[in-house]
Nanobody, 128 residues
Framework: QVQLTESGGGLVQTGDSLRLSCATS????????MAWFRQAPGKEREFVAH????????AYVDSVKGRFTISRDNAKNTVALQMNSLKPEDTAVYYC?????????????????????WGQGTQVTVSS
């Protein structure tokens, strides 16, 4: 059974940093797409960052460009999200997601429906 497990969330102040990690039960190199999404209370799930299991095609939502960095470590089967200069609007539950099928459509990495497996989420709270 495939499992994705996020860790690294917490309560921080504006301007602080956090590093989220997603451990996968399968090889990260075997996934076509891996991504981070987030969901704030009362809002829809939002795409944050994407990377292919074999690397490349890195993409971010505009609001985190220059502050967040997605990376994967295929030796450890983990995907990380380094979050710097955190803002209160970054407060949300952050989810790791993985997709088996390789979609070539430009919008696929940002679409939650692309992803077959999801983690349980980790809470990130940024106080002002």
């Amino acid at each position: 059974q495939v499992q994705l497990t996020e860790s690294g969330g917490g309560l921080v102040q504006t301007g602080d940093s956090l590093r989220l990690s997603c451990a996968t039960s399968g090889r990260t190199s075997s996934w076509s797409h891996m991504a981070w999404f987030r969901q704030a209370p009362g809002k829809e799930r939002e795409f944050v960052a994407h990377i292919r299991g074999r690397g490349g095609d890195i993409a971010y939502v505009d609001s985190v460009k220059g502050r967040f960095t997605i990376s994967r470590d295929n030796a450890k089967n983990t995907v990380a999200l380094q979050m710097n200069s955190l803002k209160p609007e970054d407060t949300a539950v952050y989810y790791c997601a993985a997709a088996v099928i390789d979609y070539s459509d430009y919008g696929a990495p940002r679409d939650p429906l692309t992803y077959d497996y999801w983690g349980q989420g980790t809470q990130v709270t940024v106080s002002s």
